[in-house]
Nanobody, 126 residues
Framework: QVQLVESGGGLVQAGGSLRLSCTAS????????MAWFRQAPGKEREFVAA????????YYADSVKGRFTISRVNARNTIFLQMDNLKPEDTAVYYC???????????????????WGQGTQVTVSS
């Protein structure tokens, strides 16, 4: 079992920045890809970003490309999401996700991820 705990959400004005963290416990995530998803009220869960276990491949949704940066520190069992130039449409609950398997068919599909954090709210005011 893996437990994931996100932190770093909050209220920020448009154009501002936030840095989300997600720390895993119960099992190392060092050899697993990890991802961030988000869900806004009344909308479906949406892929945001993913990272391979050695950080050699970073994958972003088009809506956040160039503004968000995913990273990880395996020694700390932690991943991060640096969010810059935030927009009101980025408002959502952000979740980190960990898979059970080492190899994924699609890093952007939520169905590939078995473990989820409780989420952290990000609100961007205009």
């Amino acid at each position: 079992q893996v437990q994931l705990v996100e932190s770093g959400g909050g209220l920020v004005q448009a154009g501002g920045s936030l840095r989300l963290s997600c720390t895993a416990s119960g099992r190392t995530i060092a050899r697993h890809a990890m991802a961030w998803f988000r869900q806004a009220p009344g909308k479906e869960r949406e892929f945001v970003a993913a990272i391979t276990w050695i950080s050699d491949y970073l994958y972003y949704a088009d809506s956040v490309k160039g503004r968000f940066t995913i990273s990880r520190v395996n020694a700390r069992n932690t991943i991060f999401l640096q969010m810059d130039n935030l927009k009101p449409e980025d408002t959502a609950v952000y979740y980190c996700a960990a898979p059970e398997e080492f190899l994924l068919a699609s890093m952007s599909s939520w169905t590939e991820y078995k473990y989820w954090g409780q989420g952290t709210q990000v609100t961007v005011s205009s």
